[in-house]
């Protein structure tokens, strides 16, 4: 790329500018990266503990189910008193421009749907517990879908660090030593020719 820059004071600025804003946007990338390193460490480590607590509870309500249907026989007919989950809704908040999901569930107390003359407190059991597991699997769908969109605005942030880094930066570092060199160099002809030209000057005089 030096032989296609001509070697001059003004190029010389114009590109010391570039290498300055390279190095500024490597700074900024980097930081970026780190932020968002750090944000997506802590969700990691919020997820390890809402599986642990997520499969508890599962076990709880499945046990409990699992009691009720054999106090009760098969309560398919029962369960479909349960009305369907429509309280869900999401919105994004940005961290260093990568968009995060923020899931919210209407809050509200379980209520029980089904009639008590039929049923036990082992299906009261279950059906609490899965109503804890849905409003679990709300916060840990936000957690995991946080860090996924985390990792790639990483990746995406790390690859144009490294472009700059390895790619543009020595390029610039490259330029701005080929025209310093080059006017160096043309500053010493023009030195060494003033020379020549004042030591011929002072002979005819």
Known sequence: MNDQVFPTKGNLINT?????????????????????????????DKAKS??????DTYKEAYSALQKANITLGVISNIAQSVPIENGISISYRSVMGVEIPEIKLDERPPEMCYGFSQTNSQLDIAYIAFDKVK??????????????????????????????????????????????????????EDFSRLKVIKSQKQKNS
């Open 135 to 188: 409003k679990m699997t709300v916060v840990l769908a936000e957690v995991e879908n946080s860090i996924y969109r985390l990792a790639i605005g990483i990746k995406k942030t790390q690859s144009r660090a490294n472009a700059l880094k390895n790619i543009i930066i020595p390029r610039y570092e490259n330029i701005v030593r080929f025209i310093s060199n080059s006017l160096e160099e043309k500053e010493r």
């Open 50 to 55: 809402l599986r642990g607590s997520i499969e």
């Open 16 to 44: 010391k500018k570039s290498l300055l804003l390279a190095k500024l946007g490597y700074e900024l990338l980097d930081r970026k990266r780190n932020i968002l390193i750090r944000e997506m460490m802590m969700l990691i």
